[in-house]
């Protein structure tokens, strides 16, 4: 499959994301591509940072769904996957944090794709509620609260980004509920980009016996998407 970017905001194709392909190539500072054998819980980064991420119980290498590659991570309601952060990873200026998510059904709790982490515990992370639809919170609370119903068995693509201090949410190429502005440091120098979930054990994506899946999760410092509806990139 022929992916998608952005190039100075006109959307172009590559034959593959890499160094000659992808014109964020360098900014890249996490990709989890999700590859390996089923049930295994060995997570590699692809960035050129290889950024060491760990997994405990309840996340996975899964053949059951996956976005592309044949496999993707499975979330089962406990443990967590997280990358420690480094100092290339800080994010002070503007970014785009991306999955491809998967629910089988309707979230008993908020469940979170992944959650960005400075210091001090603050947080930013999106999520699905109970009424399966997105919003964007914070360690006080939502700041973007989304307005389309996410179906289930299906892959959607999430996105944040950040331009300058305007912070949008995107669910499948369109902006969700408003802005919100923040000039904080993410994803700091020893502090954890959380995969599958917001925090330690808090919004995990799976819950209960009911599983969720997510693939192709990709942190850039630049805002690859503007302002403007996109066609999410089906595989990088």
Not at 99 to 120: I, V
Not at 162 to 175: E, I, K, P
Not at 200 to 220: C, E, H, K, P, W
Request: aromatic share 12%.
């Amino acid at each position: 499959m022929i992916p998608s970017f952005f190039l100075g905001g006109v959307q172009m194709q590559g034959a593959k994301w890499d160094s000659v392909d992808d014109p964020y190539w360098a900014s890249v500072t996490l990709l989890l591509r999700m590859d390996g054998a089923d049930a295994s819980t060995t997570f590699n980064d692809s960035s050129s940072l290889g950024i060491s991420c760990a997994a405990t119980t309840g996340y996975s290498v899964s053949n059951t769904q996956s976005k592309t590659g044949g496999t993707s991570c499975k979330s089962v309601g406990t443990g967590r996957l997280r990358g420690t952060n480094v100092s290339a990873s800080e994010m002070s200026g503007d970014f785009t944090a991306e999955a491809w998510c998967y629910w089988t059904a309707t979230p008993t709790t908020s469940s979170s794709p992944f959650g960005l982490y400075r210091s001090g515990g603050f947080y930013l992370n999106p999520g699905m509620w109970t009424d399966n639809k997105l919003y964007l919170g914070n360690t006080g609370g939502d700041v973007i609260v989304g307005t389309t119903a996410v179906s289930r068995n299906a892959w959607h693509h999430i996105a944040v980004t950040r331009s300058g201090s305007t912070v949008r949410m995107w669910l499948d190429g369109a902006q969700e509920g408003s802005t919100y502005t923040t000039s904080s440091t993410f994803c700091t120098n020893g502090q954890f980009t959380y995969i599958g979930s917001a925090n330690d054990g808090g919004n995990i994506m799976g819950f209960s016996t009911t599983a969720a899946y997510v693939d192709l999760v990709r942190i850039t410092k630049a805002d690859r998407y503007g302002t403007a509806s996109f066609t999410p990139p089906a595989d990088y």
